[in-house]
Nanobody, 113 residues
Framework: QVQLVESGGGLVQPGGSLRLSCAAS????????MTWYRQAPGKQRELVAA????????YADSVKGRFIISIRDNAKNTVYLQMNSLKPEDTAVYYC??????WGQGTQVTVSS
């Protein structure tokens, strides 16, 4: 059983920043890759960012240069998503995922003035 606990969502003005956190626990060999997805109303869930065990990262074109995925240094089971220069189109429920198999409960991010 794997549990993912997300935090950090909320309401922010355009141009602002938020940081999402996801702490994973459970008895599996590895939590990697760790990824963030998002789903906006009426749209399919999409991959936002991914990080592998070696630190390799990948981003959706829509967030490159604005979002940063990282792992907590002293706790390899925690993944962050630093979101900068937020736009209204970033509004969505953001989900943490590990090994493309396990999902968090989701956290709402709303970008609005």
């Amino acid at each position: 059983q794997v549990q993912l606990v997300e935090s950090g969502g909320g309401l922010v003005q355009p141009g602002g920043s938020l940081r999402l956190s996801c702490a994973a626990s459970g008895s599996i060999f590895s939590f990697y890759p760790m990824t963030w997805y998002r789903q906006a109303p009426g749209k399919q869930r999409e991959l936002v960012a991914a990080i592998g065990s070696g630190g390799t990262t990948n981003y959706a074109d829509s967030v490159k240069g604005r979002f940063i995925i990282s792992i907590r240094d002293n706790a390899k089971n925690t993944v962050y998503l630093q979101m900068n220069s937020l736009k209204p189109e970033d509004t969505a429920v953001y989900y943490c995922n590990v090994r493309y198999s396990y999902w968090g409960q989701g956290t709402q991010v709303t970008v609005s003035s």
